[in-house]
């Protein structure tokens, strides 16, 4: 095994770093015996009492408190991210592809869904149609496969309106999207009064 020259030893032969990696613990037998080792676990013993003194103060100083509104651009960005949900394939061609958040799908589909008049859009999950998860294509526009939750005023004619909301939303991924629109499952799930 040979040793790293660039990373300073003490005369033992050990490192600062293995010496740090057991800060926490007992010291060992060698630590123990060697006046070097000894040493050093003092001096980083005192450096790490230092940085958890800093550590704890700066947790309670106010001024070193991020302010509001960088948590809240922090958190709405983690938020964002956590509902944009996966990414689904747009195109695919040998060089490369293009792709789109299963969030901006969706979006085009409860604006479709809740435009109907008697339809308010609940829950809706997109997915790669069988075809394109499965086996993707080499080149050309992928499929992908729709389960739409809905909410339909009381006295609308479901199978109707489910026929047509799945014209619309055949059409407004096509259009919008740029995506083949494969199976789309509309559930009702629940009435209310207009």
């Not at 060992?28 to 676990?41: D, L, P, S, Y």
Request: proline share 6%; hydrophobic share 40%; aromatic share 4%.
């Amino acid at each position: 095994m040979a040793i790293d020259e660039t990373i300073p030893r003490l005369g033992c032969g050990r490192s600062i770093d293995e010496v740090w990696a057991t800060i926490k613990q007992p010291p060992t037998a060698h630590e123990n015996g060697c006046v070097q080792c000894r040493t050093a676990r003092a001096s980083l013993a005192k450096l790490a009492e230092a940085t958890r003194t800093l550590r704890d103060n700066d947790a309670v100083d106010p001024s070193l408190q991020p302010r509001h509104a960088v948590k809240d651009a922090i958190m709405n960005l983690a938020r964002a991210e956590v509902r944009r949900g996966s990414l689904l394939p747009v195109y695919r061609a040998e060089q490369g592809g293009i792709t789109i958040s299963e969030q901006a799908i969706t979006s085009v589909i409860w604006f479709g869904a809740d435009a109907l008049p008697g339809v308010r859009a609940r829950r809706c999950r997109v997915h790669p149609g069988p075809d394109t998860a499965d086996a993707p294509r080499s080149a050309g526009t992928s499929d992908i496969a729709v389960n739409l939750r809905i909410a339909v005023a009381s006295g609308t004619d479901i199978p109707g309106t489910a026929e047509l909301l799945r014209q619309r939303i055949t059409s407004m991924i096509t259009a919008h999207v740029g995506l083949n629109a494969g199976a789309i499952n509309i559930t009702v799930e629940d009435f209310y009064d207009v």
